[in-house]
């Protein structure tokens, strides 16, 4: 799931059966659950699993963990190494939820809109390749979706045994991007998916309908400003270099991945009105400075503010080179063309190889999303899909086609890339909520008669609810 083509929005095409890719994946062994045995037990049971540590919270047992994967799933005796994930148990008698960010972690308590829905477990995986999730040494090449996917399902395959109820997975982003993936691999695995503002760029070279998008989002004179603002940061070029330069020094900032500050400056001024729809709203537009009368320094804070200067520095890119990696070899990344910028940019939207080093070998698989695409149009089972009206992500949608089953695609009316259930309108949040229920075995009887009356079955926990909406990279070139 670049600050907004940028902070943060998540695959070979297999050979072989996906029932074969299963097989090779394996599953790591866990001792039977014996009855009055704690769960912390329980779960250090599992063959590779280890704690880093236990957090309290009201109501849950919280465990920060280590599992031992594969490096390699189709060669599982060459190598492993150490895959954070963290557990939120409410009852072995509940439903679990799998969550994927598509990147790091979070270590804080944290719950997800399907884990408050149906008041049930959560599990969530750090990606692969993300630190400190990574094998020492990397070899890139087992960067993918398909390892990845199989890293979900040894982690499935070995927490089953004790959470045996209904299993959904989610995520935003490239964390639904994730869910997605994972289903198309393993697709016995999930009782149902959630995917939220997952992209899916089908043909990499074919971006047309991000630049309709763009035409006609918002209003034009939201449009219309933060074009000017964009704008004129490339008139005033020189100057706003010289700012970002001073920063730059005074915060040991370097720039030896993207190439020079001026590359840097450029991709940071081009994520702006990207950045301003996946994360702001609207009404937000009051806030853009008029570009014809602010000053330099205007100009400079409104673009650091919107897209983060941060970002194509050395250190703002590394914590984020895994994503560039699939970005630049499966995932593809969005290209816009801008025609009011015509004439004042020097580098266009460059592709994911300028922000990843030089010393990883990148090259292009344009088979990958088309296998998944086909995949979700065809064979889609209980996958729900929730989009914003006004996140550019939503430009490219999966659609499930003829010949799935029970699954849909929604879009949040005036909603950014936070898009969620609750953000739909009245009938399509209640199918929504009525169906996550009924995938999790939990739906109320009044529910399965009226999904009119489905509501989450736990009260809002301004901590354990609390929406941490990153500022992650964006997937684009």
Known sequence: MRKALRWLLSLVVLIGTVSAAGATAGAATAAEPTAGTDIKDQILAIEGMSLIEE?????????????????????PG??????????????????????????????????SEPTAI?????????????????????????LDIWQAASDQHRVFKALKKIYTKKWLATGASKGGMTATYFERHYPRDMDGVV???????????EDSAYDRFFENVGTKECRDKLNAVQREALVRREPLEAKYQAAATAEGHTFKTVGNLDKAYEAVVLDYVWAFWQYSKLADCGSIPAAAT??????????????????????????????????????GSPDIKQPHLNGLTRYGYQPPRNFVPRDIPMRFKPWVM???????????????????????????????????????????????????????????????????????????????????????????????DKRDIEREPALRP
Request: neutral net charge; without cysteine; charged residues 20%.
């Open 118 to 142: 149906i008041d049930g477990n959560q599990v969530s995986l750090e990606y692969r390749f993300f630190t400190p999730s990574r094998p020492d040494p990397a070899n890139w090449s087992k």
């Open 370 to 464: 088309r296998d998944v695409d086909t995949w979700v149009r065809h064979n889609a089972n209980q996958m729900l899909f929730v989009y914003g009206q006004n996140d550019p992500w939503g430009a490219e949608q999966f659609r499930p086609g003829r010949g799935t089953h029970d699954s849909h695609v929604y879009v949040a009316p005036g909603a950014n890339h936070g898009a969620n259930v609750a953000a739909l309108v009245p009938d399509q949040k209640a199918a929504a909520t009525a169906a996550i229920l009924k995938w999790a075995g939990v739906a109320p009887a009044a529910v399965q008669q009226d999904e009119a009356k489905a509501k989450p079955l736990t009260r809002y926990d301004a901590k354990l």
């Open 78 to 111: 060459k190598g492993t190494f150490k895959q954070r994930i963290t557990l939120l148990h409410k009852d072995t008698s509940r439903p679990t939820v799998f969550f994927t960010s598509g990147y790091n972690v979070s270590t804080t308590p944290r719950r």
């Open 294 to 331: 602010a000053s330099d320094q205007e100009i400079y804070d409104s673009v650091d503010a919107i897209s983060g200067f941060s970002a194509y520095t050395d250190q703002g890119l590394e914590t984020y080179t895994p994503y560039y990696y699939q970005a630049g070899t499966e995932l």
């Open 195 to 205: 995917a939220y503002v997952a992209p899916n760029d089908v043909v990499n070279k």
């Open 55 to 75: 957090k309290p919270y009201p109501g849950y047992r919280y465990f920060v963990l280590n599992y031992t994967q594969p490096v390699d799933h189709r060669h």
